[in-house]
């Protein structure tokens, strides 16, 4: 088995590319399948969970073919099929959005239940409820659940909660209903207005993408085309916060700013000199990090799936830090990670009370989900001696390439197999 090593390094300096955005990517590959014809996607990372989607595509007749340039096609017009095999569907959680994609065109779709990164069972009522308004009929099984609708008609949808994942499935299956769809209450994510950016330029009619009203006219049909994704705005922080926690410098090349405004602007409140451009942010170290208080919530809030990378970079900041997960109050299995190299973290009811400026010490750990894994990444860079960290599978769920990219920037990591070493983290967990 594979695991990563990491060791104390010098403050990280220069500049990384960031790649298209995983959490976009999965919702446009699922968008590109209703076309009548192929769609090609720019930027798309080589990720493991994009590697399932071309599994489970084969098996009902999408076809998938990434080129040399690293642009992918997407083809539906072979679909023959819409019952994804249970297990590999559930291996990750947003396969989902091909019920929103398919239910228009064939009536039925059958799927495994969410999985991936399982923080305490993410809810799907949200999904459930939006898809029942337009005319959905579900049927739960033990490993999966199916989905039927003899037409799909347009509905007026209110979200009891904001939810990217619903407001995003909502939108899919409303593209191909009949009639007007207005769903309020919307999530405002930019990963939500990437996704109708692709569904637009296929021939969709959305308007309000962006804002918490979103209106959709149903149309017949989609044709095919080329887009690009949005970059991925999560793995931009984690290098941000990297800086930060090594003490150095680093540009981060190929964002938007303004789908990072939260991140950047806790960064500078915890003391870090952040400067912009129009497709570039540079987080320098100004040699003290202060302690802070923050709190999850959905875009243009603090970003869930940067409250992990943020603890760690919290562990050099000297005195009390609060960080609290509204959002998948659940989402704290890296405390116990970084306990074990000597991070002062207690977590009571979704909320973490950081005792920062104790020295960390290398330690073998484990990865839960990507963040966590890049949580501990940025502990390793700080901590005396060798830190080796198991679920490596985790990690490349978000990244195609985390130890080549740290590397860049002068990080002392890297990826090696230890059978013996991941049996000693595994009987760790087991102690916990």
């Given at each position: 088995m594979r695991a990563i090593k990491v060791e104390r390094s010098a403050p990280l300096q220069g500049s990384v590319k960031i790649p298209g955005s995983k959490n976009s990517a999965l919702a446009l590959f699922a968008a590109a399948c209703m076309a009548d014809g192929p769609v090609?996607?720019?930027?798309?990372?080589?990720?493991?969970?994009?590697?399932?989607?071309?599994?489970?595509?084969?098996?009902?007749?999408?076809?998938?073919?990434?080129?040399?340039?690293?642009?992918?096609?997407v083809d539906g017009s072979g679909v023959s099929s819409t019952e994804f095999d249970p297990v590999r569907s559930s291996s990750f959680r947003t396969a989902y959005y091909f019920i929103g994609a398919l239910l228009a065109k064939f009536g039925s779709v059958s799927v495994g239940y969410p999985g991936g990164d399982?923080?305490?069972?993410?809810?799907?009522?949200?999904?459930?409820?939006?898809?029942?308004?337009?005319?959905?009929?579900?049927?739960?099984?033990?490993?999966?659940?199916?989905?039927?609708?003899?037409?799909l008609e347009g509905a007026v949808i209110y979200f009891?909660?904001?939810?990217?994942?619903?407001?995003?499935n909502a939108m899919l299956a409303a593209v191909l209903a009949k009639g007007t769809t207005v769903l309020l209450g919307a999530a405002r994510d930019p990963e939500v207005t990437d996704t109708a950016n692709l569904l637009n330029r296929m021939g969709?009619?959305?308007v309000g993408a962006g804002t918490d009203h979103i209106r959709i006219e149903g149309v017949t049909?989609?044709?095919?085309?080329?887009?690009?994704?949005?970059?991925?705005?999560?793995i931009a922080g984690a290098f941000?916060?990297?800086?930060?926690?090594?003490?150095?410098c680093i540009t981060v090349q190929d964002v938007i700013p303004e789908h990072m405004s939260s991140c950047i602007a806790k960064l500078r409140e915890i003391g870090m000199d952040i400067e912009t451009t129009e497709h570039a942010v540079t987080a320098r170290s100004t040699g003290a990090l202060r302690a802070t208080r923050v709190r999850t919530a959905m875009y243009p809030g603090f970003a869930t799936d940067l409250q992990q990378p943020l603890t760690a970079l919290l562990t050099q900041a000297a005195g009390k830090s609060i960080v609290g997960d509204r959002i998948y109050p659940s989402r704290f299995n890296h405390a116990a990670q970084l306990g074990r190299m000597g991070a002062s973290i207690k977590v009571r009811s979704g909320v973490a009370f950081v005792n920062?400026?104790?020295?960390?010490?290398?330690?073998?750990?484990?990865?839960?989900?990507?963040?966590?894994?890049t949580c501990l990444i940025i502990a390793g860079l700080c901590a005396e001696g060798t830190t080796t960290i198991a679920g490596v599978q985790h990690i490349e769920?978000?990244?195609?390439?985390?130890?080549?990219?740290?590397?860049?920037?002068?990080?002392?990591?890297?990826?090696?197999?230890?059978?013996?070493?991941?049996?000693?983290?595994?009987?760790?967990?087991?102690?916990?």
């Open positions: 090609t996607l720019l930027g798309i990372p080589d990720i493991a969970d994009l590697r399932v989607i071309d599994g489970l595509g084969k098996e009902i007749g999408l076809h998938i073919e990434r080129h040399p340039d690293g642009s992918v096609t399982d923080f305490v069972s993410r809810p799907m009522d949200q999904h459930i409820k939006a898809l029942k308004q337009l005319g959905a009929t579900f049927t739960f099984h033990d490993r999966h659940y199916e989905v039927k609708a003899a037409a009891d909660t904001i939810t990217s994942g619903a407001t995003i969709a009619r959305i049909s989609l044709k095919g085309c080329t887009y690009t994704v949005i970059p991925d705005r999560l941000l916060m990297a800086a930060g926690a090594t003490g150095g920062g400026g104790q020295p960390l010490h290398g330690a073998l750990v484990h990865a839960s989900d990507v963040r966590a894994g769920r978000g990244y195609e390439d985390v130890v080549g990219q740290f590397r860049s920037l002068g990080a002392n990591i890297g990826m090696f197999d230890s059978d013996e070493q991941i049996a000693h983290v595994a009987s760790l967990r087991m102690s916990k």
